[in-house]
């Protein structure tokens, strides 16, 4: 199993412009979870989806960011407009099941916000 | 918030030693992990200890639970230079919180 893939590695863009993290869970996962990491903030958890349907989105700092999980294999983490406080490690994380299961966490975006 | 909060924020010692790393939480929960962090990476799970249980091992790694006092604390025995990262406590019910992590240094 090649584990959770996040594209792209690294982004770098300009203040104002469209940003979109990808994410692909690990096969036969059912929760997928984006987390944002920030020496300020820590680890703090965006969004997650169970079978494709965001349950709790609590977290999204603004209305400038998004989740969708079109199927199970594929989502993706919106940020529109970008601003530099966004500049940050964002983190896609899947886990089989809830009750005692372990999150699987990606290498994560490293996005940076000029 | 649920968060857990490790203690200290940072720890250096010599390889060979022990060392522990503690964390609090606030409210209750069905089980409690430790998850390692290398440097420009993502996290890696290392032990997952349920809310009924007080002591768990895997290999050099020692996890204990209290939830009387709401804490739990990792200890890593007979430390290398690879051990060298932060470590980070999560705590799930329904959601996964991670507290502000332990860097450990481990020096040669």
């Known amino acids: 199993d090649a584990g959770v893939i996040q594209s792209p590695r690294h982004e770098v863009t300009e203040m104002g412009q469209e940003v979109t993290l990808r994410c692909k869970p690990i096969?036969?996962?059912?929760?997928l979870f984006w987390y944002r990491q920030t020496m300020m903030r820590g680890l703090e958890l965006l969004i997650y989806?169970?079978?494709?349907?965001?349950?709790?989105d609590s977290g999204m700092p603004e209305d400038r960011f998004s989740a969708k999980m079109p199927n199970a294999s594929f989502s993706t983490l919106k940020i529109q407009p970008s601003e530099p406080r966004d500049s940050a490690v964002y983190f896609c994380?899947?886990?089989?099941?809830?009750?005692?299961?372990?999150?699987?966490f990606g290498s994560g975006t490293q996005l940076s916000v000029l | 918030s649920q968060q857990g909060e490790e203690d200290p924020q940072a720890l250096s010692i010599q390889e060979g030693e022990n060392a522990t790393m503690n964390c609090s939480y606030k409210?209750?929960?069905?089980?409690l992990q430790w998850y390692r962090q290398n440097s420009g990476r993502g996290l890696v799970h290392l032990i997952l200890?349920?809310?009924?249980?007080r002591e768990k091992h895997s290999g050099r790694l020692r996890v204990t639970l209290d939830t009387s006092k709401k804490s739990s604390s990792l200890l890593i025995t007979a430390s290398r230079a690879a051990d060298t990262a932060s470590y980070f406590c999560?705590?799930?019910?329904?959601?996964?919180?991670f507290g502000s992590g332990t860097k450990l240094n481990v020096k040669p």
């Open positions: 989806f169970n079978n494709n349907v965001p349950i709790d």
């Open positions: 999560a705590t799930e019910a329904y959601k996964f919180y």
């Open positions: 409210t209750s929960i069905n089980n």
């Open positions: 096969s036969g996962h059912d929760y």
């Open positions: 200890i349920r809310s009924n249980e």
């Open positions: 994380a899947s886990s089989p099941g809830h009750n005692n299961e372990k999150l699987f």
